[in-house]
């Protein structure tokens, strides 16, 4: 499924793995499932800080896997094979659960650290859609940043009876708590300020949550000597 080229370049980017990162696979039986087996296997055997764990852990279905990191769900879900325009969604939350430092804005972070209460995100998506990986990849690093958060790519394409119970008419399509929370091209900051929406508290007046200064040039205004 994966080619030689593909493997070895998953090789190179992973070989400062600092963390141990499993792929945990729900048990089951499903037409898919095997696809999503070999594809996870190919992926574990680049390294040896990767492995291929298969659980009964009631998920969503058995084409469904999250990432354990030193033995705990790291909050992030795949519900499908994260292939095409997703696999760097699954490359890079496998860097990140390992140690590799994300990119997220510093004001942005201490934001999202800020939830104080459960939040499960669902991103229904298409595989080749290219809007898409952009929304899971930023919802990935809000539960590495917070416990509190859980977030589950689903490929629509395999779920048609559920992208038809949600009435979803395009992706990506993000539900929070299982009511919608965004459709279409989002990016982190907007993601954010639909979070401050709900919950203003997190946005403190701390060093952290500040703001930082702007240099301000007012053009055309009016002076007037006394």
């Given at each position: 499924m994966l080619s030689k080229d593909i493997l070895n370049a998953v090789k190179t980017y992973t070989a400062n793995m600092k963390n141990s990162v499993s792929f945990?696979?729900?048990?089951?039986?499903?037409?898919?499932?095997?696809?999503?087996?070999?594809?996870?296997?190919?992926?574990?055997?680049?390294?040896?800080?990767?492995?291929?764990?298969?659980?009964?852990e009631n998920l969503r279905s058995p084409i469904t896997f999250y990432l354990e990191v030193e033995g705990k769900n790291n909050g992030i879900h795949f519900?499908?094979?994260?292939?095409?325009?997703?696999?760097?969604?699954?490359?890079?939350?496998?860097?990140?659960?390992?140690?590799?430092?994300?990119?997220?804005?510093?004001?942005?972070?201490?934001?999202?650290?800020?939830?104080?209460e459960p939040l499960?995100?669902?991103?229904?998506?298409?595989?080749?859609?290219h809007n898409c990986p952009d929304v899971v990849q930023s919802l990935n690093q809000f539960a590495l940043i917070n416990n509190n958060i859980n977030t589950e790519m689903i490929?629509?394409?395999?779920?048609?009876?559920?992208i038809e119970d949600r009435n979803i008419q395009g992706v990506p399509s993000v539900?929070?708590?299982?009511?919608?929370?965004?459709?279409?091209?989002?990016?982190?900051?907007?993601?954010?300020?639909?979070?401050?929406?709900?919950f203003p508290s997190i946005v403190g007046v701390?060093?952290?949550?500040?703001?930082?200064?702007?240099?301000?040039?007012?053009?055309g205004g009016l002076v007037r000597q006394v």
């Open positions: 945990v696979l729900q048990t089951g039986e499903h037409e898919k499932r095997s696809e999503l087996k070999e594809f996870l296997s190919q992926l574990s055997s680049v390294s040896e800080n990767l492995t291929l764990v298969e659980r009964d519900s499908g094979i994260p292939s095409g325009h997703e696999f760097n969604s699954l490359i890079l939350a496998v860097l990140h659960s390992s140690g590799t430092e994300h990119k997220l804005d510093k004001t942005l972070t201490a934001m999202v650290k800020k939830i104080n499960h995100f669902e991103v229904f998506i298409s595989l080749s859609c490929d629509g394409g395999l779920y048609p009876s559920l539900y929070l708590n299982g009511e919608l929370f965004a459709n279409g091209k989002i990016d982190t900051a907007q993601l954010v300020d639909k979070l401050i929406e709900r701390d060093n952290d949550t500040q703001l930082p200064l702007q240099d301000v040039t007012v053009i």
